[in-house]
């Protein structure tokens, strides 16, 4: 359990609760848990105030972004945003581009766009040449199968130059 889930102990203490595991308690220790989930990069976790304090934009900024569709972040059943550590990386982006370049929102967003697209094409190439690259190997297994199942009691076959030199033979008495 994370010190932020609502079964943790109050003090933060990560652990077995009371009598849990103890010699005499009569329960038995539980097997440890695997986290319920793993923070990444695109996990949802900040609040839009919490968000706009960590990207310097002020809420209303964010609201407008999100209709724009510069950065869309996750929403709760009860329809509030979730930004990830990506959203907020990508809403500092978007202030640089504007404030620092002076780009204005829809050129910020056909800049995104394309980005992804980038993305995206260089994931299918990589993904590609794994593939070709899988081929190539398959390829090579099969030609050495074939370059071993040849029978090697066979002498290849040459061909007798023709010469006008005569060759006398004669039988040993």
């Known amino acids: 359990m994370s010190p932020h889930h ?3 102990p109050r003090d933060g203490r990560i652990g077995p609760g009371l009598g849990e595991g103890l010699p005499g308690s009569g329960r038995a220790a539980r097997p440890a848990a695997p986290p319920p989930y793993v923070l990444t990069e695109d996990t949802p976790v900040y609040v839009i105030s919490v968000a706009a304090e960590l990207s310097g934009l002020h809420p209303q900024t964010l609201r407008q972004y999100d209709r724009l569709g510069l ?10 945003r979730r930004y990830s550590a990506r959203d907020i990386q990508q809403l500092r982006e978007v202030q640089r581009l504007s404030q620092d370049e002076g780009i204005n929102l829809a050129g910020i967003k056909r800049i995104i766009e394309l980005e992804n697209q980038v993305a995206a094409l260089q994931a299918r190439a990589a993904e590609l040449v794994d593939a070709l ?7 090579q297994q099969r030609e050495a199968a074939v370059h ?3 029978r090697r009691d066979l002498v290849p076959y040459q061909q007798v130059q023709q010469s006008s030199a005569l060759v006398v033979w004669r039988p040993k008495r």
Do not use: F, I
């Open 71 to 80: 950065v869309c972040p996750d929403r709760t059943a009860g329809r509030g």
């Open 6 to 8: 609502p079964d943790s």
């Open 133 to 139: 690259e899988g081929a190539a190997a398959t390829l």
């Open 148 to 150: 071993a199942s040849y």
